[in-house]
């Protein structure tokens, strides 16, 4: 049967909550429907709510687009949705009272419990901007000191938080997949003599190699597993106040080709290198070092973040080398854009459904939990917005518009999954579609009308469905 306007704004009514339902299987007679408007209607703001639906005829003469989900066409595979575990993320946490933590813990990563199943988390290789315990690296000398042996090498400073809240992640999440990022190499590496700005000296880019390849296998020792890396955090942004380093395309050519990644394969890591990771203006910058064939075979692909440009770089860089995997690896909210359904609309055209369309392995967001006065913050944004508000002195969790918009993939699109085909609609009724390693097949919409549109759903074996609301994310899952 078909499931009329009203009824859907009926039922999501009573199911409505500030937190989301726990999942249900699709069986192969029904299938589900979850929803997030982006603004209030009929007196609420329906949040990740979960509507049953049945399977039916498609009466196209009633509906306003029919989209054909196409299980035969396979493109990229998928590695995970997320966040970053900052520093500041991991501090919050730890500061909760343990039992709370697991609990919130336990609905961020497990997927079959109530909340977001994330299974990609970016970590910083030493300090970033968001870092409760300030600037540090784990060879951290007096000026004037160096240390080409790496004999002061040391993770002290993350066994203090981010060690520890990780191995509680890992045990309830053991296959979540981990990238790490360095903001800054150690001071005495740089031509700046500290941790903010300047640019790696060419004399320690073997050092600086050998350094990446021991974080990785020291934290290995740890029982944490890094399944890929970026040389530097937003590479062309050199002048901040916290750290960071200017790295040219042409240095990171160099660096990868004739440093980091024969340092990675004479240690015998199976840590992925990925290149860029900076903003979706400048594709040359991945291109150049792609370009290189040396360099190339050590390169797994490149990563992107969308503070400038168009999401579609990402698939100019696809179309030139599609042997190489792409990846979104950072967006943040803040006070900023404070209108939670204009951010919900953006995130869904861009992120949760753009990048994967053009390309993308993951879409993983900045932070995973600040305080509310947006922090702890290391000289950093002052005003940015995690993807979940922790207070650390009450222990009250909100979640942010980021939260539900990772929800409507990070449950159902496992990694492991591949996006198929998906056909039908316009350009404000947006769509990608996923098989996943279980067999479900996951549609992920969003009408960004002013007005309900009602659709069916072709493909996958189902016939459906669906009145959605005015700009409205939602997934299919059957």
């Known amino acids: 049967m078909r499931l009329p306007l009203h009824a859907v704004f009926l039922a999501t009514a009573a199911i409505s909550a500030c937190r989301p339902q726990p999942p249900a299987q699709a069986h192969a007679a029904g299938a589900s429907l979850w929803l997030s408007t982006a603004y209030e209607q009929h007196g609420a703001r329906h949040q990740f709510a979960r509507i049953p639906l049945q399977p039916g005829a498609a009466d196209t003469a009633h509906t306003d687009a029919v989209i054909a989900v196409d299980t035969t066409a396979v493109y990229q595979p998928i590695e995970g949705f997320g966040a970053a575990l900052t520093g500041s993320s991991a501090w919050l946490l730890m500061q909760m009272e343990p039992a709370r933590r697991q609990a919130l813990l336990r609905e961020l990563f497990v997927p079959d419990s109530n909340g977001l199943g994330i299974s990609y988390l970016r970590l910083c290789i030493g300090a970033s901007d968001f870092s409760a315990q300030g600037d540090y690296t784990y060879n951290d000398l007096p000026p004037g000191q160096t240390d080409p042996e790496l004999a002061q090498f040391s993770l002290a400073k993350d066994a203090q938080d981010v060690i520890p809240v990780l191995k509680e992640i890992l045990a309830l999440a053991p296959d979540l997949n981990l990238m790490a990022t360095p903001w800054s190499p150690p001071a005495w590496m740089k031509t700046s003599g500290r941790m903010a700005g300047g640019s790696l000296k060419p ?93 190339k075979a050590f390169v797994a692909g490149s990563a992107f973040h969308l503070y400038g440009g168009d999401i579609s770089a990402m698939r100019t860089v696809h179309e030139a080398h599609p042997d190489k995997g792409l990846y979104f690896t950072e967006q943040s909210g803040g006070s900023w854009a404070p209108n939670y359904g204009d951010n919900l609309r953006w995130y869904a055209r861009n992120l949760i459904i753009g990048a994967p369309n053009h390309w993308s392995r993951t879409v993983l967001f900045w932070n995973l939990a600040l305080d509310p006065a947006h922090g702890p913050t290391n000289r950093g944004c002052s005003d940015c917005r995690g993807v979940i508000t922790v207070n650390p002195d009450s222990g009250k969790i909100q979640r942010n518009e980021e939260y539900y918009a990772l929800a409507h993939a990070a449950r159902f699109v496992r990694p492991g999954s591949v996006r198929i085909g998906s056909s039908g609609g316009s350009g404000t009724l947006l769509h990608t579609a996923y098989r996943t390693p279980a067999g479900q097949t996951v549609l992920i919409l969003l009408n960004d009308e002013a007005e309900p549109r009602r659709i069916a759903v072709r493909g996958g074996g189902q016939d459906l469905h669906a009145a959605l609301p005015a700009h409205t994310l939602a997934t299919v899952v059957w």
């Not at 380093?245 to 990868?256: G, I």
Request: proline share 8%.
């Open 203 to 295: 004399e320690w880019y073997s050092t600086y190699a050998r350094y990446l390849v021991r974080y990785v296998q020291e934290m290995q020792a740890e029982g944490i597993h890094i399944q890929t890396i970026t040389p530097q955090n937003e590479p062309l942004h050199g002048s901040a106040a916290y750290p960071c380093m200017l790295m040219t395309a042409e240095e990171q050519r160099v660096f990868v080709r004739d440093h980091l990644g024969p340092a990675f394969q004479a240690a015998g890591l199976d840590t992925k290198i990925i290149v860029y990771d900076h903003n979706c203006d400048q594709p040359g910058y991945p291109l150049a070092i792609l370009g290189d064939p040396a360099a």
